[in-house]
């Protein structure tokens, strides 16, 4: 590519497109970082250089890119068709992917309810749990949910109106409908003012004195389980998610465990329900499901959920629900490859070493002045940045410290995001020990050089 089409791309990122999360009047004034390519867990941007991908493209790649068998899946495909609608009518990898993931999936989920992406995956989870009450014949008392504090399920409305960060969600205070909102244990920084392991999960007994008072009108409980992403990697106490399980099967609520983000190995097993054994109601699964390769969602449902909308034509129990591109066969091709090499390269097994070696390596983090807290759960790693220490008094917002360390990490070649002061790494399963201890290294030197080195 000359330098011509080069500048004139430049031009035209930052005049055409706006981008998700991003201030564009901050955006405009810098030279935009275009990818032109990529191998493994490496992206290489159009002038050559050379990025580690340290959030796998947003959390969603599993086995690096241009992973010969998931190219050579969706090549496949290709020659047979790209897409055709799930609307009344099949095709052949959707069914392929439905019979391995009721197969992967915690026991009791037996049915596939396919979309684009994790939001879709949330608002499906959020219509279906509303209209199997009302189809129960509970006369609809059951119309509203149970979510958390700092919850994180998506963009659109419906998951909008679960989720609880402010600085995303408070703007749309007057479109959302209203929940109940119970605090997730952020030990950290707990809710309650209490400390773990003295506590005894404090914070699950919140949780049942709002289930034991508004049960007869909640229809679900819907919960990030192990770890709330988005809020800045919080990993809940051993015992948390059995303990919510218990208490949703106790009340009569459905579960609903959004595993967008912690699907397929990210956090060290299959699910993160696996880690606690436990079979949610619902379960909503997006971004690793591909690979990282294409958009797809699918949201898994009991037999006796999917029950409830069987009936007559005229009765209406129909889930009137479905998204142009369904259940597209290039993602679901995709989506099989990518199961494929997760058993076939026995990728959990081999994850676990990785995971304990950035475990080990994190340790030295805590020799940073302003490092306040890790937190790691498989893959996933938050390393939250405070001015002090011992008052863990916070950044404040202007500050922009985590956007000015990932800044610093990308001039040293990973690309990462923050999440406010949490710095984030997810690292693609398949990341080698040696660009691991690259991106812990260049992190560990931005961290340091823009909070101690000014
Ligand atoms: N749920 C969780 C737990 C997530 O982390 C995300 C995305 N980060 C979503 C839902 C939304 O997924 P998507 O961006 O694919 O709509």
Sequence with gaps: MDSIRKKELEDLDRSLIWHPFTQMKDYVEEVP????????????????????????????????????????????????????????????????????LVEITPAGLKRVF????????????????????????????????????????????????LGGIDLFHEMYGSLLFQVHRAPYPYCYRCPLERSAPACGMECLNRVEEILSIHHHEIAAL????????????????????????????????????????????????MFACDHEVISPDILCLAKGITGGYLPLAATLTTEEIFNAFLGEYKDKKTFFHGHSYTGNPLACAAAVANLKVMKEEKVLEKVQGKIHFISETLKKYDKLEHVGDIRQLGMMVGIELVVDKATKEDYPFEDKIG???????????????????????????????????????????SIKKVTEDG
């Design 403 to 445: 956007v000015k360390v990932i800044e610093e990490a990308r001039r040293n070649g990973l690309i990462i995001r923050p999440l406010g002061n949490v710095v984030v790494l997810m690292p693609p399963l398949s990341m080698t020990r040696d660009e691991l201890h690259e991106i812990l290294s260049i992190t560990y030197d």
């Design 114 to 161: 396919y979309s684009d992406s994790g939001s879709t995956a949330v608002e499906i989870a959020v219509k279906i749990a509303f209209q199997f009450w009302k189809q129960k014949g509970n006369g609809g008392k059951k119309h509203t949910f149970l979510s958390f504090i700092n919850a994180y399920h998506g963009d659109t409305i419906g998951s909008v109106s």
């Design 33 to 100: 970082l275009i990818v032109e390519k990529g191998r493994g867990c490496c992206l290489v941007d159009i002038y050559g250089k050379r990025y580690l991908d340290g959030v796998s493209s947003l959390w969603v790649n599993l086995h690096g890119h241009r992973k010969k068998e998931i190219d050579d899946a969706i090549r496949n495909q290709l020659n047979q068709v790209a897409h055709s609608t799930l609307l009344g009518i099949s095709n052949v990898p959707a069914i392929e992917l439905a019979k391995e």
């Design 222 to 269: 819907v919960i990030e389980p192990m770890i709330q992403g988005a809020a800045g990697m919080i990993v809940s106490p051993k015992g948390y998610m059995r303990g919510i399980r218990e208490l949703t099967k106790k009340y009569g609520v459905l579960l609903i465990a959004d595993e967008v983000a912690t699907g397929f190995g990210r956090t060290g097993r």
